[in-house]
């Protein structure tokens, strides 16, 4: 019996390549989930709250002009910013309280540890340095690198926008979040010291209308928080 020929079984070229750009972002997808799904083991409000971010960074990124590799980096800096915390001990992540000095030193370790676990996955290097400088402050004053103004990365002051406004409006068993608009009005008051003015004034532009609908959605009334 002859032996079917190899150029019957090669697939025509273009099918080839749609093929394997499907198998990659397919794969891509189930890695992000996987770390995602990784994040809730550890810290179920961790893993709620890269999920929130993900959804108003891609607004803010969009609002902004971000091109669409750059949206990429964005979804996947939001939703895996916190991803180091993986190494942080849960004493020290589930601390109902102040952290001291030296519990916080090492909490401020976790923008490195997720870096360097993100770098090691071909495609995903550049949100490792996105999630890598996620709390640079917009005055040089953040950490690990003190980059300031536009050395940071432009994914990394969303995330750092977004994230503390989060932080601020969620509850947690030992304290109750703060009503929307005193996030709203702290994200103001740090604009230009924290927090890039114009990442500010892009996210309040929506923000301050629709939180009440994101929140009563999320299950976490604002009310609640009052
Ligand atoms: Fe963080
Ligand atoms: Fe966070």
């Known amino acids: 019996m002859l032996a079917p020929s190899s150029n019957l079984l090669r697939t025509p070229d273009p099918l080839r390549v749609k093929l394997v750009e499907e198998q990659v972002t397919t794969l891509r997808s189930s890695v992000i989930c996987a770390f995602n799904q990784l994040l809730d083991l550890k810290d179920l409000n961790t893993g709620v709250h890269s999920t929130r971010l993900a959804e108003w960074g891609m607004r803010v990124g969009q ?53 360097a676990v993100l770098r090691m996955l071909p495609g995903f290097e550049r ?11 917009f005055d040089g004053k953040g950490y690990p690198a003190g980059l300031k103004e536009l050395e940071i990365p432009v994914v990394s002051r969303i995330v750092s926008v977004i994230d503390a406004f989060d932080a601020m409006v969620s509850s947690r068993p030992y304290r109750v979040g703060l009503p929307h608009e005193e996030a709203i009005r702290r994200l103001i008051e740090s604009s230009g010291t924290q927090f890039d003015p114009t990442v500010v004034q892009c996210f309040i532009s929506f923000a301050q209308a629709e939180m009440a609908t994101v929140f009563a959605a999320a299950g976490t009334s604002v009310s609640s928080a009052l």
């Open 63 to 115: 609002e902004l002009g971000l091109e669409e590799p750059e949206l990429q980096n964005l979804e996947v800096a939001a939703l895996l910013h916190d991803i180091g915390k993986v190494g942080i001990p849960d004493a020290i992540l589930k601390k109902p309280g102040r952290l001291d000095a030296e519990e916080y030193a090492l909490m401020k370790k976790h923008p490195e540890y997720g870096w």
């Open 127 to 137: 949100a490792a340095l996105d999630i890598l400088h996620h709390h640079e402050n």
